[in-house]
């Protein structure tokens, strides 16, 4: 999975003129998938993959007749309303089809021609959910963020003693999750608030967002089987952008015992675009763990954990507010880090999951947790870059910020970029907060 | 909801022979809901209803042409492989498949030519999960056993200070809620030894049960709009028996911060029998909590929440070693409660989740958590019968359970009696512990 092949050549170029261009997020060495239709049209949604600035539609691809053999099938897989019948074919096809597509698509294809005719342009597009989701887990596994949330909910005990034996992780809400373009009310709740021994309700008043990758599950495993840490990689299919949206407030009072609920599953925003692994091999790098650190016990190790465990995902967030959109002012960076990272790996966040029999299936999602970097202005949340709420951000317009106000908008970007690969992105994940309904 | 009609007469005969037993936990007064398909048929599922032995089969009767107007819509929604079509209609339309079927399967209906064709005995049949279950919930509504349990995570702090403002629940396993007749192997994790300041890894050694009672959707709402609370029975289709098997020393050790994950997630069982809101409407009793706790917030409050919120649903669980099996003897009694000792109300539960603008869709499971009772002979879990396994139940053939032990079958039951009412059951939730898997 890591291994690098034809399809990563950062020499090669589409046809598709935009593909080429070097500040791009999809070029030919991308390929990523989405499920979409043309805005307005009222179309069935069909899968497509991102092309330059173009989807090409996989079910006219499917019934082009430009592919053959295993491509074909896959191809065919993508061509229904979500992409779950091509997640569970497994990663033998998902390569099949990345390889064919990239010829396909490369200067000079016999395809071009018949494939041409298969392209819509991302700005007349809407998107779906590329997925039925049918469990969605959140994970935990940023040490940094653990221990700055930590600091604010349990001072005396920031980082509790099972966090660098276990990828923490629990049950989240898949109704709740859409697409980016997402915007969702204010949440309303129980709070406790401070001093007080009652609690109050209302909108909540630390509303705040997470920047996370989610993990698209591929093929999947049978309850009371389990997925080993060696074969893990290959049963997922690819990372999206997740935007965790959090109320702090309605968290801190109702977490005890049995952890976050109704703090969470009003909103959970994703990108269109799901980069498969195969297209992040060039960007792997070492996992690595402070010396002194536990060694994972053996399920959740393995050496290509430890060699190539990890993925170097840029990563941003962005935030405009409602006067910065009507002044035409674009959305400001409120911090960047790096998926690389995590404590705990993608494939330990599978072989974790599944080591009790628990079955992931195909479109199921897994939440990475809040990626945030070991210093505090890499944070992945407004509750940690502003110290819950006390230290404020100044945006550029001079507006300020504890946590989110109406009308503000989260912006999550992701890309990974070197010397000697092409640069790949993720695309966007917006989602804005309107005013809270009246209680 | 609570209201009586003419379905409830205790005086009502089925022409259907063994619906009329006294004993018989499915008369014509009851009329659940399941999804089956003849015992190795390769069939596919549909659509049935309970009457004596007999399961009256929804495709069947839908194409029997005995039934008109909106109770044949109800029926062609219900002859699917879920009934997440027939939980959406509604509750007027539930109510008058009931109606229907009531007048249909009475003693001297016109229908009985015709339907005595849709008949399929119960002993020939499998069944399956009846809903799609798009998210579960569980609850954690029994004071006591919060209360029990507390007393042993937290010796100092058993009953947290939200527990009597918040109905605390938290998103569990979709995936592995399997349907009476499961069984899985022993789950196998890490877990921290009494002392021990590094985790070991291997089977649990700390499994339970949970008594509990599922919670089945019907017409949900739209993902930022909420459920008052004097409109959310009318939003539930109707209960089941729901084992929430739990592994304990798993989660002691991964529970906080974030709640419960792989202790619970390698399965759940329901009973196939979802016993309408209507059915219980004989069954209603007042809700009352003790004095001097607080009175519900807003939101959480309504008249019909106290005069008639409870329901007196008995419950009780059974176990059958493997050694009883062998003997041929029958499950032994491990306790008995009811549903009425719950602090919080099925109307209160979907109030809470939807509060904040989560979306509950057709066929969404909740289950209420344990439903232990006030003294520990009445819990609903070994956890607490056993006292965290320090207190050896002793079985009728001599055998005792801390925690169980492979092999063990755990039986789950369910019924409503009393007089000037007709007895209507539950049918049975039963599971089966196997070994672990090879480590």
Known sequence: MTHLNETHDPALRSWVESANQATNDFPLQ?????????????????????????????ALAAASGAFTGEAAGALQ????????????????????????????????????????????????????????????????????????????????????????????????????IKVSGQTFPRPVGQTLPPG????????????????????????????????????????????????????RDIQAWEYQPLGPFLSKNFATTISPWIVTLEALAPYRVP??????????????????????????????VLLQTQAMRDAGEDAARLSRTSYRHAYWTVAQMVAHHTVNGCNLQPGDLLGTGTLSGPTLDEAGALIELTVG????????????????????????RGWCEKAGAARIGFGECVGTVLPARQV
């Open 30 to 58: 991308n390929l990523p998938f989405a499920v979409f239709r043309r805005q307005g049209s009222g179309e069935a949604f069909r899968g497509g993959v991102a092309i330059g600035e173009q989807i090409l539609d996989l």
């Open 77 to 176: 897989a993508a061509s229904g309303e979500t992409l779950n019948t091509l997640m569970a074919l497994g990663q033998p096809s998902w390569s099949a089809l990345r390889l064919a597509l990239s010829r396909a698509l490369r200067e000079g294809a016999a395809e071009q021609a018949r494939l041409a005719a298969c392209l819509v342009p991302q700005s007349d597009a809407e998107f779906a959910v590329p997925a039925r989701i049918g469990d969605y887990t959140d994970f935990y596994t940023s040490v940094h963020h653990a221990t700055n949330i930590g600091r604010q909910f349990r001072p005396d005990n920031p980082l509790l003693p099972n966090f660098k034996w276990i990828p923490i992780g629990y049950h989240g809400r898949a109704s709740s």
């Open 196 to 247: 007080a021994t009652e609690p109050t309700f209302g909108p909540c008043k630390r509303l705040d967002y997470e920047l996370e990758l989610g993990v698209f599950m591929g093929s999947g495993n049978a309850l009371g089987e389990r997925i080993a840490i060696t074969d893990a990689e290959a049963s997922v299919f690819g990372l999206c952008l997740l935007n965790d949206w959090s109320a």
């Open 287 to 316: 996992f690595t763990r402070p010396e002194g650190d536990p060694q994972p016990l053996p399920y959740l190790d393995a050496p290509a954990n430890w060699a190539q465990g990890a993925m170097d995902v840029q990563l941003e």
């Open 389 to 412: 709420g006390k230290q404020l951000l100044t945006l550029p317009n001079g507006q300020t910020r504890g946590y989110l106000e109406d009308g503000d908008a989260v912006v999550l």
